[in-house]
């Protein structure tokens, strides 16, 4: 927070979405808490809304929809002195009004030095409830590759080409076979039976003409045998 590595000209390329806050609200049913007792989760939008579940689910907490929060605004509900604990490199931190660090601003960047906390915030079960949840329940960005995880999808997406492959070239088999069994019954059955009908209705000039010779010799041939004495 109130660093050059935060700000809204980085929104477009950090990690999980643009810096928001959620206020983090539970009742005395299941806490024993003050009206005032409020935290607020501030970090990327993606990763607030992934534990916003884990906090409702363990702590009771209201749920709240992340806000775009700009740290370097003078207006902003959190600021650098109210931050309780940060997590995650950094990126992620839970934060209180009712908190005060003075020595925040310290000009000495390694120090460990810090306002200790209120006693009630010290020792209260929903403040506990939320660190708790936030440790386990953070996600963690830009985690190492998984070569293995590699390996098994490049094998999966090779062996299932090869499969796809297999399959295609059985169905281009399959539908070859289907239309030389189709053209050979059209010439055996339809087709053979219209090209008989269209010789019938339409026969050859040159068949006709020598069917007509062969009845006209033969014909002949029978008058020569009765006219022989």
Same mark, same amino acid.
């Given at each position: 927070?109130?660093?050059?590595?935060?700000?809204?000209?980085?929104?477009?390329?950090?990690?999980?979405?643009?810096?928001?806050?959620?206020?983090?609200?539970?009742?005395?049913?299941?806490?024993?808490?003050?009206?005032?007792? /409020?935290?607020?989760?501030?970090?990327? &939008?993606? #990763?607030? %809304? $992934?534990?916003? @579940?884990?906090?409702? +689910?363990?702590?009771? !907490?209201?749920?709240?929809?992340?806000?775009?929060?700009?740290?370097?605004?003078?207006?902003?509900?959190?600021?650098?002195?109210?931050?309780?604990?940060?997590?995650?490199?950094?990126?992620?931190?839970?934060?209180?009004?009712?908190?005060?660090?003075?020595?925040?601003?310290?000009?000495?960047?390694?120090?460990?030095?810090?306002?200790?906390?209120?006693?009630?915030?010290?020792?209260?079960?929903?403040?506990?409830?939320?660190?708790?949840?936030?440790?386990?329940?953070?996600?963690? /960005?830009?985690?190492?590759?998984?070569? &293995?995880? #590699?390996? %098994? $999808?490049?094998? @999966?997406?090779?062996? +299932?080409?090869?499969? !796809?492959?297999?399959?295609?070239?059985?169905?281009?088999?399959?539908?070859?076979?289907?239309?030389?069994?189709?053209?050979?019954?059209?010439?055996?059955?339809?087709?053979?039976?219209?090209?008989?009908?269209?010789?019938?209705?339409?026969?050859?000039?040159?068949?006709?003409?020598?069917?007509?010779?062969?009845?006209?010799?033969?014909?002949?041939?029978?008058?020569?045998?009765?006219?022989?004495?």
């Amino acid at each position: 927070m109130e660093s050059s590595e935060y700000g809204p000209q980085y929104d477009a390329i950090r990690p999980g979405g643009f810096l928001a806050y959620a206020p983090l609200r539970t009742t005395k049913d299941h806490f024993n808490v003050t009206e005032n007792e /409020v935290y607020y989760a501030v970090g990327d &939008r993606e #990763s607030l %809304i $992934l534990t916003m @579940v884990s906090y409702v +689910t363990w702590c009771h !907490v209201a749920p709240a929809w992340p806000s775009k929060f700009d740290p370097t605004s003078p207006n902003s509900t959190i600021k650098l002195e109210n931050v309780i604990q940060y997590f995650r490199a950094s990126s992620f931190a839970l934060a209180s009004p009712a908190y005060n660090n003075t020595l925040a601003r310290t000009s000495i960047s390694d120090t460990r030095d810090s306002t200790p906390l209120p006693e009630a915030m010290e020792h209260s079960p929903f403040r506990k409830c939320i660190d708790e949840v936030t440790e386990n329940a953070l996600a963690i /960005v830009n985690k190492p590759p998984d070569h &293995r995880l #590699s390996s %098994i $999808l490049i094998s @999966v997406f090779f062996s +299932t080409g090869f499969f !796809v492959i297999v399959a295609l070239a059985y169905m281009l088999c399959a539908i070859f076979c289907i239309l030389l069994a189709i053209r050979k019954w059209l010439w055996s059955g339809p087709l053979s039976y219209l090209s008989k009908l269209k010789e019938r209705m339409f026969p050859d000039p040159e068949i006709k003409r020598r069917e007509m010779e062969a009845i006209k010799e033969a014909r002949r041939r029978e008058i020569s045998y009765e006219s022989y004495p």
